[in-house]
């Protein structure tokens, strides 16, 4: 447990996974490690619903922190192929955060959710004195649609093609380029890509974009633990083996080269913006068409076959005990305030 980040599966198997509180029928997905969304069936139809942190990181600037911050929020459900609906928010500020800063926030949260469709419907919001960025609260996200429509995160099926949009560590090396690219020893046009990257970090509408286009039979948001985690909680999830071509991996310009300089694995980083699919043979064209017309990277990188695991070029892969992207800012961090 002293790992930043995520507790790991052995803890959560001991402590979490048997001390659910009361077992009651009408939960359709419990909580499982791995798996973005839980499910309640509420008379027939689905309530697929997750919860998150909420991160406000102000050197974005206000307004892109909160997009960033809301679609980590929404993308948990959006996974589900049911699209958010309502959203419960709690925000605890710290003293630091003015009221013109915590106006743009909300603002910027509200037509967000009004373009997506989605209703804030109650919440929490104060300030306190220990609270300090980025983590400033916290959210749940809901959806409503029918159990048969919902994306499974253990759905891949033998002979499923694998495809992933954007690609590895777009998020890590946006994040860590924007807020730290004075101290990355890069040209500056390699910094600028980077920097660039953060503008892909959004992945709610691909998310409902490819279902809709389907057939879909597995989704992931490739978040902590990056691009090997998503692949192998997937491949867990489906009891089957995941058979990846490493060149058929998109990389975006500048992720590679931050990643050599800050000596991070970006398959092992986390990837907000970057989503794992399993689809089906026959939609893998309709799928990818549908994402491109948004102007979104996509590319079919393996196939799903019997066996269990993941095989990158005959290799297995297997998951990063720790996402190295925490290290990496901690480092960054304590640099700055030299």
């Not at 991160?55 to 993308?75: H, K, M, Q, T, W």
């Not at 990056?226 to 058929?248: K, P, S």
Request: overall charge negative; some cysteine.
């Amino acid at each position: 447990m002293s790992d930043l980040g995520k507790i790991d599966r052995s803890f959560f198997d001991r402590h979490v996974a048997p001390n659910l509180g009361a077992a009651r029928s009408d939960v359709a997905i419990g909580p499982q490690h791995g798996v973005d969304f839980g499910v309640i069936d509420i008379g027939g139809q689905a309530l697929v619903t997750a919860t998150d942190p909420v991160s406000i990181l102000p050197a974005l600037g206000f307004e892109r922190a909160a997009r960033f911050a809301l679609d980590l929020i929404l993308a948990d459900v959006a996974v589900s192929g049911i699209a958010p609906s309502h959203l419960s928010i709690c925000f605890t500020l710290p003293e630091t955060m003015a009221d013109d800063e915590f106006a743009t926030v909300w603002e910027t949260i509200h037509a967000e959710c009004a373009d997506l469709g989605v209703a804030v419907v109650t919440g929490h919001t104060a300030r306190y004195s220990d609270p300090s960025h980025p983590w400033v609260g916290a959210a749940t996200a809901m959806g409503v649609g029918n159990h048969d429509a919902i994306v499974r995160p253990d759905g891949a099926r033998e002979d499923n093609r694998l495809l992933l949009t954007t690609g590895p560590a777009v998020e890590s090396v946006g994040l860590l380029s924007t807020l730290f690219g004075d101290q990355l020893e890069l040209p500056d046009d390699v910094v600028a890509d980077a920097q660039a990257r953060l503008e892909e970090v959004y992945c709610v509408r691909d998310a409902l974009t490819a279902a809709a286009a389907g057939p879909v039979r597995a989704m992931h948001d490739v978040t902590e633990g990056g691009l090997a985690g998503a692949l192998n909680e997937m491949a867990a999830g489906a009891d089957a083996r995941f058979t990846i071509d490493r060149d058929a991996v998109p990389m975006r310009p500048g992720v590679q080269a931050v990643c050599d300089a800050l000596e991070i694995d970006p398959w092992a980083a986390t990837s907000s913006g970057s989503l794992l699919l399993a689809v089906d043979s026959d939609g893998v064209d309709a799928v990818c068409a549908a994402l491109e017309d948004r102007d979104t990277v996509v590319a079919e990188i393996g196939r799903v076959e019997s066996g269990s695991g993941v095989v990158v070029d005959g290799e297995a892969l297997e998951h990063p005990d720790v996402d190295p992207s925490w290290d990496a800012y901690a480092e960054l961090a304590d640099a700055a305030d030299e």
